[in-house]
Each structure stands twice: as C-alpha cells, then as structure tokens.
Nanobody, 123 residues
Framework: QVQLVQSGGGLVQAGGSLRLSCTAS????????VAWFRQAPGNEREFVAG????????SYADSVTGRFTISRDKAENTVYLQMDSLKPEDTAVYYC????????????????WGQGTQVTVST
C-alpha cells in the first residue's frame, strides 16, 4: 500500500501562482508513475501532469503546458505541482495519484490517490 498526503492549494487571483505537494509513505518503492489530476464541479476527473518516478520524464495536458511544472524529490518521496499564470478555468479539486504500473500516464484508474485539495482562481 502507498499512502499519499497532499498539501498546498487555496485561493489565488488570476495570474498568480500556487504549489501543491504530495508526499508518499508506505511501499513507496513500488510506485512507477506519479501524476496530478483535477476535477471541477460537473466535470470528469482529468489528467493534468505526470512523471515517471525513476527517470523523471514528464507529461502535461495541453491546457497547462507552459504554465504548470511537475517535479519530484526522490529523497523525500514527494512530488510537486508548481502552477503559474493561473486562470479561473484552473479552479478545481486537485488530486495526486500513484501507480505501480508503468503504462499510459494519462489514464485515470491509478491505484493510489491523495485526499484532494481545492484550488480556486478568482478573476
């Protein structure tokens, strides 16, 4: 089992920045993929950004490319999502996720999920 605990988020004006953190505990050596998803009211959960834990290779949704950056600290078992130039349409609950299976980073059926954190971007 892997437990994921998120921190960060909150309320920010459009154009501002926020950073989300997600720290893993438990059988952390098993995780191959780590990703961030988000879900806005009335919408399905969608992929935002992800990385392959061992190589650090990253992938981003088109909507956040150039504005968001995913990174990891292997020693701390923590993944970050730096969100810059935030827009009102980025408002959502953000979830980190991890999986021991190394395939299709954008899929939503990850094994382990964080508790979610609200990000609200005002105009």
């Amino acid at each position: 089992q892997v437990q994921l605990v998120q921190s960060g988020g909150g309320l920010v004006q459009a154009g501002g920045s926020l950073r989300l953190s997600c720290t893993a505990s438990g059988r952390t050596a098993s995780k191959q993929l780590v990703a961030w998803f988000r879900q806005a009211p009335g919408n399905e959960r969608e992929f935002v950004a992800g990385l392959t834990w061992n190589t650090g290779a990253t992938s981003y949704a088109d909507s956040v490319t150039g504005r968001f950056t995913i990174s990891r600290d292997k020693a701390e078992n923590t993944v970050y999502l730096q969100m810059d130039s935030l827009k009102p349409e980025d408002t959502a609950v953000y979830y980190c996720a991890a999986d021991s299976r190394l395939w299709m980073i954008t899929r939503t059926n990850y094994e382990y999920w964080g508790q979610g954190t609200q990000v609200t971007v005002s105009t």
